[in-house]
């Protein structure tokens, strides 16, 4: 059975979609920092529906990167909420408005 | 030996370097024999020189020692080079001599003041500019050695700068004399324009090819004598001179009285061959020095500051300088600017004796009687002030007679006039300075004991009272062959004089009226001042306006402040609190005002909520994929 490139498609946007969203009004960051995982893996699946529909390899391999990408900034990402939530005993975006003006 | 001439004009220089340099390292004693021995080095230098061009054939005369060249631009080359003729061999030397003297004068004098080093090493910079003025062959390098005296002069008579009146007198000397210089520049940019050449030489061969009374020459004489007026303290630049009393005493015996200011009758002397070409520009020297001469003559007349009686004096005197110019009658001026050079210094420097036997005094009011605490001093004073007044043999006699008589026959009987009134005011107040210091009743103040100064200072005393009567000696008229000095300086001035010759009993009769003139001055100043000692209050209760006015200097300074130096105070102030503060400050601050405003504004955005950024990225990132979308 072959799934059309649309489902893929269609499916990669509304992840995609629901992760902005989720990364523009939520306030916990950790709720947004797995927003963001996942429009990236919105954003792989849009690359395997590719690879599918044109018989390549390239889309597979960029996954890969993607992947690393995303274990690196998990790494980096998460050292960085658990310092904060150290210091000031909140990780809501909200109370981390100190850059202003 | 003229190989070396370079070295004259070197060893005041090496002498301020080391003075100037490691001075305060010195013992005091080195620092005075260093500044000494570099100025009597030159001299001897210069006798030397000038011995060897005694004996070189008229051929071989004038000499041009090139050091090398300061710049070279397509046509224009400016050397730096000397000239050797009669008449700057006559400058070095009287430069040289004088200012060895008052050198060693200064030894004494300024022995106890804390800036000793810097007044040496001054005094020695001011003496190599002094010399490359007379020595230089071109235009350009005179006017080098023109500035340095210049600005010798502003930091000499400045030298006791905690005194706001020095430091004031300087600064105005300084902006005076540059006004001049303008006028000196304008006149050499005029003169390089016309000849394509700076060097004396061949601007005077060039020029030879004018008619006489061109409009070009005419204009670069006025030009440079404007430079003299200003260099030379003639009306109607003449006002800094009298303030320049505030320098040391030795500053205005070598300075403001035997060498810088005569620089402008040098100048306009070395540049006869233009002069001879543009009776108009010779005939307003000859009205300037005589009006000088007469004007200053009189402020004389009612100073109590012993100091400025002389500098008025020698502004007159320099005007007397500036009428043989202009009569054309050069070689007198050089004459009476080498004999004035002795009998000046030896006046300034005998004020000085007398203020330093005073503990500083200079007013004549509180003086009187002197003769018998400072002999040496009385009598050098009164040798030089015979001289000035004309009195025969001194030396003053031959050169202001020469002038006087000169005056009259290429002149004319209203310069005659003037020049003998001016003598016979010049006899009475230069007698009535002499009599309120040293005759009549001590008016000293009783606490102070005068006294006669060290033989440091009373030796170049002597030394120039004996000059101030031989000095005159080179150039005895009447008789042919015997007036040395003419014969020596002619071939370096081209003449305007017609040789016309005057039957000797005629000369003779002049010569008797000056110095009748002469002594009606003395007596009158005898008179009033020791006979008679209430009639000046008298006279000035009788004539008060007139007295005011000669009192107050006519109110030149005060003229001169409400309409030149008033005006460009308020034109300043104008530039500065309308122009500066207003529109440059204005748009520096107002281009800062908006940025500022606009930042006030813009940094609300910056709310430091991250998703308030990641909202605009992602907004951002819409348009702009709309955008190549849509396109």
């Known amino acids: 059975m072959v799934v059309p490139l649309e489902y893929y498609l269609g499916l990669s946007v509304a992840l995609f979609a629901l992760g902005a969203i ?62 904060i939530f150290r210091n000031r005993a909140t990780v809501y975006v909200d109370d981390l408005n100190l850059l202003k003006w | 030996m003229m190989d070396y001439i370079w070295l004259v004009p070197c060893f005041p220089l090496v002498g301020f370097l080391i003075n100037g340099f490691l001075g305060k390292r010195l013992p005091k004693n080195l620092v005075g024999i260093i500044g000494s021995a570099a100025i009597g080095l030159s001299f001897l230098l210069s006798a030397g020189i000038f011995l060897e061009y005694l004996k070189l054939p008229a051929a071989a005369r004038p000499v041009e020692k ?93 030298y006791w700068y905690e005194k706001q009146s020095a430091s004031d007198a300087g600064k105005k000397a300084f902006v005076v004399n540059r006004i001049g210089d303008f006028g000196f520049l304008l006149g050499i940019f005029l003169i390089f324009w016309t000849f394509g050449s700076v060097n004396f030489r061949e601007v005077f061969r060039l020029a030879a090819e004018y008619p006489v009374g061109s409009g070009v020459i005419t204009a670069m004489t006025l030009l440079l004598f404007v430079g003299a007026t200003g260099k030379s303290a003639q009306i109607p630049l003449y006002t800094w001179l009298p303030d320049a009393m505030e320098g040391p005493t030795p500053v205005s015996a070598l300075i403001h009285a035997a ?72 070689v007198s001026g050089i004459f009476h600017l080498m004999t004035h050079a002795f009998f000046k210094a030896l006046l300034f420097l005998g004020a000085g004796s007398v203020s330093h036997g005073l503990h500083g005094e200079l007013d004549m009011r509180k003086m009187g009687n002197l003769k018998r605490h400072m002999p040496i001093t009385y009598w050098t004073f009164l040798i030089a002030t015979l001289a000035i007044a004309g009195i025969f043999p001194f030396a003053g006699f031959f050169s202001k007679d020469e002038i006087l008589f000169h005056s009259l026959v290429n002149g004319n009987v209203i310069f005659w006039g003037i020049a003998t009134t001016a003598a016979f005011i010049t006899a009475f107040y230069m007698f009535r300075a002499v009599f309120m210091t040293f005759h009549g009743e001590s008016r000293v103040d009783p606490h102070v004991h005068p006294h006669e100064s060290p033989p440091v200072m009373t030796v170049p005393l002597m030394l120039l009272a004996m000059l ?26 081209t003449p305007v004089v017609h040789e016309a010759h005057y039957p000797a009993a005629f000369e003779v009769a002049l010569m008797m009226f000056s110095m009748a003139v002469a002594a009606g001055g003395i007596y009158l100043a005898y008179r009033m001042y020791i006979k008679l000692p209430d009639l000046p209050t008298v006279l000035a209760q009788r004539f008060p306006t007139a007295y005011d006015l000669i009192y107050h200097k006519y109110y030149v300074d005060e003229l001169y402040d409400a309409t030149v130096v008033e005006p460009i105070k308020q034109g300043s102030d104008f530039l500065w609190l309308a122009v500066d503060d207003k529109v440059v400050d204005g748009a520096v601050n107002g281009s800062a005002g908006v940025v500022a405003w606009l930042s006030a504004h813009l940094r609300r955005l910056e709310t430091g909520f991250v998703q308030n950024y990641a909202l605009a990225v992602l907004l951002g990132v819409v348009l702009i994929t709309g955008y190549l979308i849509g396109r």
């Open chain 2, 66 to 158: 090139v050091v090398y060249t300061w710049m070279s631009a397509g046509t224009f080359q400016a050397q730096v080079a000397y000239l050797i003729d009669p008449l700057s061999l006559v400058m070095l030397l009287v430069v040289s001599g004088v200012s060895f003297i008052i050198h060693i004068y200064s030894v004494g004098y300024m022995y106890d003041d804390p800036g000793y080093p810097r007044f040496f090493s001054y005094l020695n910079l001011f003496v190599f500019f002094m010399l490359t003025l007379v020595g230089a062959n071109n235009f350009l390098l005179m006017f080098v050695g023109w500035e340095g005296v210049g600005l010798c002069s502003y930091l000499l008579i400045g």
């Open chain 1, 22 to 83: 989720g990364v523009l009004v939520r306030r916990n960051a950790l709720v947004i920092f797995m927003c963001i995982e996942m429009m990236l893996n919105s954003v792989n699946l849009a690359f395997i529906g590719f690879a599918d529909h044109f018989k390549g390899v390239d889309g597979q391999m960029f996954v890969f990167f993607v992947l690393t990408v995303a274990a690196a900034e998990v790494a980096v990402g998460l050292a960085l909420i658990v310092a």
């Open chain 2, 259 to 330: 060498t810088m200011v005569t620089a402008g009758v040098y100048m306009v002397a070395r540049c006869s061959a233009l002069y001879a070409l543009a009776p108009f520009s010779l005939t307003v020297v000859a009205a300037v020095g005589a009006l000088t001469a007469i004007y200053s003559a009189t402020i004389g007349m009612a100073q109590f500051d012993i100091k400025r009686v002389l500098a008025y004096s020698t502004v007159s005197q320099l005007g007397y300088m500036f009428l043989a110019c202009g009569v054309g009658a050069f």
């Open chain 2, 468 to 493: 101030s009567v031989v000095g005159g000696l080179v150039g005895i008229p009447l008789i042919k062959g015997l007036h040395f000095f003419h014969d020596f300086l002619a071939p370096a001035i």
